[in-house]
């Protein structure tokens, strides 16, 4: 990690500058994908696999076979840790239900609004360096709170052109049995354009590399929405004096494995905090699997010594993916924070707990989209839909407002359909 102390504001976005390629770099690699699986299909998608994937796969969706092999392959703890998160996920997600509104704006006017599913859903879910079967809960779960009809799972082979087992284990716990070998760019492609095996979605949820993050991108152009745009992970930690070190560095080493691309940034408001985060990095980091991975995502990485002020005006222009407060009063300091996906409050609240299964949901805004959308919840998986009704009493009261708007409007017909309403209530 590179170390910055009490840096000048007017360097901040530089020393923050995200590891991510040329947007219209990836999407010139992206678009010759899309445009082969929409014109041919299937056959694109095999052929991609192979390119890809280095795998050939005849059918792309998951027989039921290989679902009951998976049951026997996921030990009994993981299936208890999974059915623990699920049942923790379902709880904060279902509280978030939203009951009919209505209201009588005036006498005789009506305005309901109500939550419908939307009814076709595609979920990406990664599988290349790690398999992240969490975030089948993560999206799964409110989903089917939400009510889709249609619940459709995309996650890339293995080499021997299966799907890993925890993966499928928990798409059959929560109720996904259309889950199709394929991912990528092409995988994002087969769910924008509909496939001969693989349906056309409405919205497309779930994280990637900077190629699944262009796809989707690129799905928003051909009529389709999607969660929000989601790339590499990262974390930003606000450490004190009263931070432990040891917590501190595996926190960042946590979001570091995910991939060489993501990045991690420690602010403290001492020199001494991060020279022994440092060191404390140094030795968890021999012990780890990933410790390649790891030390690559350290290289984009950086620590910065700021005083507190200064410390959370840089927190919310960097609008980090997942925010931990390692401090002694974390309230204080997150009532200051208006830009993040997810808050982590106090030193016993790492943030693989948010990952996996505190019951928050961990798709949530990168490299910067903090500051303008949320992460997912239920309220993603549904349509908000208006409904009004007038009553005779209402109209003779409201009609006159609309009238006179819409006559300064210079819109004659939508005064119309007013008056001949109006009218006709004066003749009964």
């Known amino acids: 990690m590179k170390v910055f102390i009490n840096p000048d504001k007017s360097s901040w976005s530089q020393l923050l500058k995200r590891p991510t390629m040329d947007l219209e770099e990836i999407e010139q690699k992206v678009r010759p994908v899309m445009e082969m699986v929409k014109q041919k299909g299937d056959s694109a998608l095999r052929q991609l696999t192979r390119q890809f994937d280095g795998v ?9 076979s290989e679902f009951e092999e ?4 996921v030990d009994s703890q993981l299936k208890t840790a999974i059915l623990t998160a699920k049942s923790n996920i379902e709880a904060f997600h279902k509280a978030q239900e939203q009951p009919e509104l209505v209201v009588e704006t005036m006498q005789g006017v009506k305005c309901y609004r109500r939550s419908v599913g939307i009814e076709k859903v595609g979920l990406y879910i990664p599988g290349g360096t790690a398999p992240l079967f969490s975030t089948v809960l993560m999206l799964a779960v409110p989903a089917r709170l ?5 619940i459709v ?7 021997e052109g299966k799907v890993h087992p925890a993966i499928l284990y928990t798409a059959r716990v929560v109720g996904i049995s259309r889950v199709f070998k394929v991912g990528g760019a092409q995988a994002i492609a087969a769910l924008t354009f509909g496939t001969e095996t693989i349906p056309q979605v409405y919205k497309i949820f779930g994280p990637g590399n900077q190629y699944v993050t262009a796809a989707k991108q690129l799905s928003t152009r051909f009529g389709l929405a999607i969660d929000m745009p989601a790339g590499p992970s990262e974390v930003a930690i606000y450490a004190d004096g009263t931070a432990s070190p040891e917590f501190v560095a595996a926190d960042l080493l946590s979001q570091a494995e995910h991939g060489s691309d993501s990045q991690v940034v420690l602010v403290a408001n001492s020199q001494a905090m991060i020279q022994q985060v440092q060191k404390a990095i140094e030795t968890q980091l021999a012990a780890l699997p990933r410790a390649g991975v790891a030390s690559q ?6 620590a910065i010594v700021l005083n507190e002020n200064e410390a959370i005006e840089l927190l919310n222009e960097y609008g980090a993916e997942h925010l931990i407060l390692s401090v002694s009063e974390p ?12 808050v ?3 030193h016993l609240t790492p943030e693989s707990a948010g990952d996996y299964a505190s019951g928050t949901n961990h798709t949530l805004p990168t490299n910067g989209y903090a500051k303008m959308y949320s992460g997912v ?6 349509k908000k839909i208006t409904y009004q009704e007038i009553s005779p009493e209402g109209l003779k009261v409201l009609g006159p407002v609309v009238e006179k708007m819409a006559e300064a409007e210079e819109l004659q017909a939508h005064k119309n359909a007013v008056t001949v309403r109006l009218n006709a209530l004066r003749d009964v």
């Not at 919840?377 to 549904?382: N, P, R, T, W, Y």
């Open 297 to 302: 995502a350290l290289k984009n990485s950086v």
């Open 146 to 150: 939400a009510g889709c009809r249609e």
């Open 344 to 346: 982590f409050l106090g």
């Open 153 to 159: 799972l995309c996650t890339p082979p293995n080499k």
């Open 56 to 64: 050939d796969v005849e059918d792309f969706q998951v027989p039921e």
């Open 377 to 382: 919840s239920l309220d993603s998986f549904v």
């Open 70 to 73: 998976a049951e026997k392959l």
């Open 331 to 342: 309230w204080r300091i997150a009532n200051q924070i208006v830009n993040a996906g997810s």
